[in-house]
């Protein structure tokens, strides 16, 4: 059974850090995208970063650029989502999506449970 | 503001067809594949539908999808009380080189 299991998340600071986790399970990992996904308190979804299956290809939406890091290990079936320089309008439940292919984006397939990020002080 | 356009709400009663459509531009739907996403409340988003018309396995022939130009569409017939939830459609964007997503519609059924 495919699973992502999300962790990490609490609350923080303006301005603090905070690393997301992704635990993967079920499937080949290293043979898909990856993605992170949020969604703010009463809000819709918000595209948060992609990863390619071999790392070579990542992009990031533009409200995360050049403070979210997004990163994976292949032969530890994870992923991260580094975040730095945190606002209060990242307060969100982040989710973890397996994408539909490993290496153009395709969607996502298989979603997390998600870890509520609260930045506040 | 959200790049794709959705109504924020639509409703229907048991067994009736309703369509919920997501407007876009040249730089995503009317380039790229098209997914939609449900989201019973407090869940996590489901996919239903993806490029353009495909279901995943699981996902019943009462739901399709279906694209032309730059809109899309996400039809449910013989609506039903589980289908009560949050819908979203998303393509990506050549232009943001990134995913967008519709604000999302509600449908109610009544």
């Known amino acids: 059974e495919v699973q992502v299991v999300e962790s990490g998340g609490g609350l923080v600071k303006p301005g603090g850090s905070l690393r997301l986790s992704c635990a993967a399970s079920g499937f080949t990992f290293r043979s898909y995208s990856m993605n992170w996904v949020r969604q703010s308190p009463g809000k819709g979804l918000e595209w948060v970063s992609t990863i390619s299956s071999t790392s070579d290809y990542i992009y990031y939406a533009d409200s995360v650029r050049g403070r979210f890091t997004i990163s994976r290990d292949n032969a530890k079936n994870s992923l991260w989502l580094q975040m730095n320089s945190l606002r209060a309008e990242d307060t969100a439940v982040y989710y973890c999506a397996r994408d539909l292919s490993a290496a153009m984006p395709g969607g996502f397939d298989y979603w997390g449970l998600g870890t509520l990020v609260t930045v506040s002080s | 503001q959200s790049v794709l356009t959705q109504s924020p709400s639509a409703s229907g009663t048991p067994g009736q067809r309703v369509t919920i459509s997501c407007s876009g531009s040249s730089f995503n739907i009317g380039r790229n594949p098209v997914n939609w996403y449900q989201q019973l409340p407090g869940t996590a988003p489901k996919l239903l539908i993806y490029?353009?018309?495909q279901r995943p396995s699981g996902v019943p022939d009462r739901l399709s999808g279906s694209k032309s130009g730059t809109s899309a569409s996400l039809a449910i017939s013989g609506l039903q009380s589980e289908d009560e939830a949050d819908y979203y459609c998303?393509?990506?964007?050549?232009?943001?080189?990134?995913?967008?997503f519709g604000g999302g519609t509600k449908l109610t059924v009544l």
């Open positions: 998303a393509a990506w964007d050549d232009s943001l080189n990134g995913w967008v």
């Open positions: 490029s353009d018309n």
